[in-house]
């Protein structure tokens, strides 16, 4: 166990739709990032968030958002889904920049 | 941004012998670079990782060398076994900012 927490585990929904995803991170990580990984794909960046503001943005389409509460746990939003949206979305988190991140267990989701 | 290239994308070794991974990256003040382990269906983890103040990192059969006038890191698994079989992804940082990794390695290991 990673110490990340995400849900849920898998999650099918229609297209056109809107769904959230939940990470929380490691106790006393104050970053979370966000990936995206296709079938037989690598690790896409997404974007990542520090101690509740942004820090950086990735390939993140404008129909998805991001936040970070001020509990640290964040939320990743997927709006207007697509099949092609479908993927296993992970958040990782870490403690300071440039240390181990650990990954959550990820979130398949399904477009059908 | 950081650019990070890894090969090979397949590799086939034989029970107990060598595989190396190998990865460059672009940004000369990236100082992180960890190893990932992925199994099918699974959250990537971390075998080992090394930072740029250091040349090689060993930990029982995995060892990582990191080469800072050349801009490549690479990943040495010895005496493999069936239970390496997996896909790796190396990965650059710089202190405030994101992984980048690379593009993955599905190792098999052939009984």
């Known amino acids: 166990d990673s110490g990340v927490t995400q849900t849920p585990k898998h999650l099918i929904t229609a297209t056109g739709q809107r769904v959230t995803l939940r990470c929380s991170p490691r106790s006393g990580d104050l970053s979370v990032y966000w990936y995206q990984q296709s079938l037989d794909q690598g690790l896409q960046f997404l974007i990542q968030y520090y101690n509740g503001e942004e820090r950086a943005k990735g390939n993140i389409l404008e129909r998805f958002s991001a936040q970070q509460f001020p509990d640290l746990h964040s939320e990743l939003n997927l709006s207007s889904l697509e099949l092609g949206d479908s993927a296993l979305y992970f958040c990782a988190s870490n403690s300071e920049q440039g240390s181990e991140a650990f990954f959550g267990q990820g979130t398949r989701l399904t477009v059908v | 941004g950081e650019n990070v290239e890894q090969h090979p994308s397949t590799l086939s070794v034989q029970e107990g012998d060598s595989a190396v991974i190998k990865c460059t990256y672009s940004?000369?003040?990236?100082?992180?670079f960890p190893w990932y382990k992925q199994e099918l269906g699974k959250r990537p983890q971390l075998i080992i990782d090394?930072?740029?103040?250091?040349g090689e990192k060993k930990d029982q059969r995995i060892a990582v060398t990191l080469n800072k006038t050349a801009k490549h890191f690479s990943l040495h698994i010895t005496e493999t076994q069936p239970e390496d079989s997996a896909v790796y992804f190396c990965a650059a940082s710089k202190t405030g900012n994101q992984f980048y990794f690379g593009t993955g390695t599905s190792l098999t290991v052939i009984p």
């Open positions: 090394i930072r740029s103040n250091v």
């Open positions: 940004d000369s003040a990236s100082n992180y």
